[in-house]
C-alpha cells in the first residue's frame, strides 16, 4: 500500500511538471507599449499603418517614409529567422526611447520566425536606421516626419 501511494504521488508530481513544461504560449507577446511581436497564427491582427517585409535579400522597401505616430509593421517572409531592431548593431541605441531589451524600444527583442510580425509605433520625429541583428549586414530606414 505504501508503495503504490508513493508510486500514485510521484506519477502526480511529474504529470504536473510535464503539464508546466509544455504548456503553449498563444497570446500576442507585448514587449513594450510602442512594440508588439505576433505569432503567425495572429496575423490577420496587423496595422493597416505600414508594412516592411523581411526576405533573405533584405528589407522592402529598405527605405520607407511615414508621418510621427505611424505603426510600422516588420513581416518576416523568409524561412530564416530576422531580428529587426535600431541601429546601431549591437547596441540598438539610434532611436531615442530608451526600454526593451537592449538600447531602445525599436527591437524586436527575438529572433523573428517566418510569418512572425513586429509592429512599432514611430513617435519620434527623425531619420531612424535599423538592421537585422542576426544577420547586421540586411539594414533600412525610416523616415519619421
Do not use: R
Not at 56 to 68: E, Q, V
Not at 102 to 110: N, P, Q, V, Y
Not at 111 to 126: K, S, V, Y
Not at 131 to 144: A, E, Q, R, T, Y
Request: one cysteine or more; proline letters at 4%; hydrophobic letters at 40%.
Amino acid at each position: 500500500m505504501k508503495k503504490s501511494l508513493q508510486l500514485s504521488i510521484l506519477l502526480g508530481v511529474a504529470l504536473f511538471l510535464l503539464s508546466a513544461c509544455t504548456q503553449v504560449i498563444t497570446e500576442t507577446e507585448i514587449i513594450t507599449d510602442q512594440a508588439v511581436v505576433l505569432e503567425p497564427a495572429d496575423a490577420e491582427t496587423i496595422s493597416e499603418e505600414a508594412t516592411i517585409e523581411i526576405t533573405s535579400s533584405g528589407f522592402s522597401p529598405s527605405t520607407l517614409t511615414i508621418a510621427k505616430g505611424t505603426t510600422v509593421n516588420f513581416v518576416n517572409k523568409d524561412a530564416n529567422n530576422h531580428w529587426p531592431a535600431s541601429a546601431v548593431h549591437p547596441s540598438h541605441t539610434e532611436y531615442p526611447t530608451t526600454g526593451g531589451c537592449s538600447g531602445s524600444t525599436f527591437d524586436a527583442c527575438k529572433g523573428l520566425a517566418q510569418g512572425e510580425i513586429f509592429i512599432f509605433t514611430f513617435d519620434e520625429a527623425g531619420e531612424w536606421s535599423y538592421h537585422d541583428h542576426l544577420n547586421p549586414s540586411l539594414f533600412g530606414k525610416v523616415i519619421v516626419e
